[in-house]
């Protein structure tokens, strides 16, 4: 049996290939989201598991009563684009009327759960991954030797309550197979509505999209979401392997049941740690071994255990998203799509009502439009830019949007509240006053632009939008790295908007700022002549 401790020297060639420098990651997910009615079943068929510490083997019994479900209660793990901490807590108060606690550790949210509700957490808009606590450890006494602290997270592994997060576990992969069955038949109903004579290109791109993709979204995650002091490593042998054979390994069913494939990922933050992160989970990763007799399986596993190391704290969990939840919606990607999981961020800092007109100015591949679109149906969205190619993917996307939904529903839809147009940013095609709300992912001047053209710009960009936005009532939430060029710009304009928050996010590994602005009541004058000319000459530039 292939043992946790014998993989020091994969780790270390894992751990500098996974941290290389890349450029041109994109993502797709294609899938549906999960029906209560999965987890109902679920439930129902849940297989008992038996971890008393004389049986160090799993078993599996019969199934057991409903009742012992229904009242199960766990503590659910999120992480969430940093910065956004609070807007990903209010919604799960606002959807799962559940108490949401904010880690210390940026980036993650803690909330209790009736296994009920699983199925709904993964419908949240928030959150790129999901774990069950299995115990948090607020104030580990971390001894003086790495030997001795690593001896500690050897006996720790069988002192913790694994029962009821393993059931959790059972439950959460009970419906994520049905939901991959659903998907297969889903994609089959759309191939014979292809062979009927739709869009046969789309269908390829969309394929093509998926091959050339599917290596680089399996790193995404690891790669945009650098920290400072703090190092991510996972017991893995080939990353590209399992990139590869993920999906087919997923719709295999388990040759012995008894016998669960797993892996342990440390992530690790803090000065005061005599050990690294490889250490941690290769000892640990070997004592869960012992303890439950499990395989290890760096690529093909089924249970991934996470050890959370944060200062003081340590936080034991499994993993219940193999990808990023913000993996939807997006099927043609840019050199700068935005995560869906930040779009939701900024639409929500911006409290849309209903039958507000929302629009993107520089849509790119329509992320941010079409997840307002998706959950706010009630408003209008504009999706708009100034590259033919862009305003193409964000059609395209919400075309996809638009199939995927129908398939869902099994019958035609009346469409979705959202159009896509070509236009000069400076002189948008909209009347003076008539839009609600302006969120859009502005240049950084990095993959797209440069930061000398951005000096004029965004001053011509936000001059245009505060003609466009209401005076009293508008807002604008606007993303954008270069900080400094903006403050600038806004400078000069607080007659027409004022700042009323600004929000510190990470892209990429790039340190960035969502500024959320108010439109004042002050109306808006056109300028003349000259002033008209400085304003607009972004566009000659």
């Known amino acids: ?33 999960a029906n209560m009615s999965d987890v109902q079943e679920a439930t129902n068929q849940l297989l008992h598991v038996n971890l008393h510490e004389k049986q160090r083997g799993i078993h599996v ?53 009736s296994v009920e509700s699983l199925a709904q957490v993964h419908r949240l808009r928030s959150v790129d991954n999901l774990f069950v606590v299995v115990q948090e450890l607020k104030d580990f006494q971390f001894k003086e030797t790495k030997e001795k602290v690593l001896k500690d997270f050897e006996e720790l592994a069988g002192k913790l309550p694994w029962s009821d997060p393993l059931k959790v576990w059972k439950i959460n992969t009970s419906f994520k197979k049905k939901k991959i069955k659903r998907k297969k038949l889903n994609q089959n109903l759309s191939k014979e509505k292809i062979d009927n004579g739709r869009d046969k290109r789309e269908e390829r791109d969309v394929k093509k999209e998926l091959s050339n ?21 996972t017991l893995v042998g080939d990353v590209l392997a399992s990139c590869k054979n993920e999906t087919d390994e997923s719709l295999k069913e388990d040759t012995d049941p008894e016998v669960l494939k797993f892996r342990v990922t440390c992530n690790r933050a803090g000065e005061k740690h005599c050990f690294s992160s490889n250490e941690a989970a290769r000892d640990f990763g070997g004592a869960v071994q012992d303890y ?31 990808e990023s939840l913000h993996r939807r919606n997006i099927t043609h990607f840019g050199p700068t799509t935005l995560r869906s999981t930040l779009a939701y961020g900024m639409l929500r800092l911006c409290s849309p009502q209903p039958s507000d007109i929302i629009v993107d100015p520089m849509c790119g591949t329509g992320a ?40 869902k529903e099994g019958k035609l839809s009346w469409g979705l ?20 709300i302006i ?17 004029n710009l965004y001053p011509a960009c936000l001059w245009e939008m505060s003609r466009i936005c209401k005076p009293g009532t508008g807002r604008a939430a606007l993303l954008t790295q270069d900080k400094k060029c903006f403050t600038k710009a806004l400078s000069g304009m607080e007659h027409v908007w004022r700042k009323v928050h600004t929000v510190w ?8 700022a969502v500024y959320l602005l108010n439109r004042t009541p002050q109306p808006f004058v056109h300028p003349s002549g000259q002033d008209k000319e400085e304003l607009l000459s972004a566009k000659n530039d």
């Open 292 to 322: 439950f007799k499990w395989k290890a399986d760096m690529t093909n596993f089924d249970v991934e255990v996470l050890l959370n190391i944060h200062d003081n704290e340590v936080i034991v969990g499994i993993a219940l998203t193999e």
């Open 1 to 33: 049996m292939l043992r946790y401790r014998e993989f020091g020297l994969l780790f270390q060639i894992f751990h500098r290939s996974l941290l290389m420098p890349s450029h041109g990651f994109r993502s797709l997910n294609l899938g549906s989201t």
């Open 417 to 436: 509240p959202i159009d896509a147009i070509q236009w000069d940013i400076c002189n948008l095609p909209l009347r003076t006053g008539s839009v609600d």
């Open 61 to 113: 019994t019969e199934s057991v009563p409903r009742s012992d479900s229904e009242h199960l209660r766990v503590t659910i793990g999120a992480t969430v684009p940093t910065g956004f901490e609070q807007a990903a807590a209010d919604e799960v108060r606002e959807k799962l009327r559940s108490p949401c606690k904010i880690s210390k550790d940026r980036g993650k949210i803690y909330f209790d759960i």
């Open 368 to 407: 941010i439009p079409i997840e307002g679109a998706t959950e706010w149906s009630n408003c209008f969205h504009i999706a708009g830019d100034n590259n033919p190619l862009a305003v193409n993917r964000a059609a395209n996307n919400i075309s996809s949007l638009l199939t995927k939904s129908q398939i």
């Open 439 to 455: 969120v859009t992912d502005m240049p950084f001047g990095k993959r797209m632009g440069s930061k000398k053209r951005n000096w």
């Open 213 to 233: 993709n599917s290596l680089d979204s399996h790193i995404l995650d690891y790669y945009e979401k650098p920290a400072i002091k703090e190092e991510i490593s």
């Open 505 to 512: 996010v990470n892209i990429g590994g790039l340190h960035a």
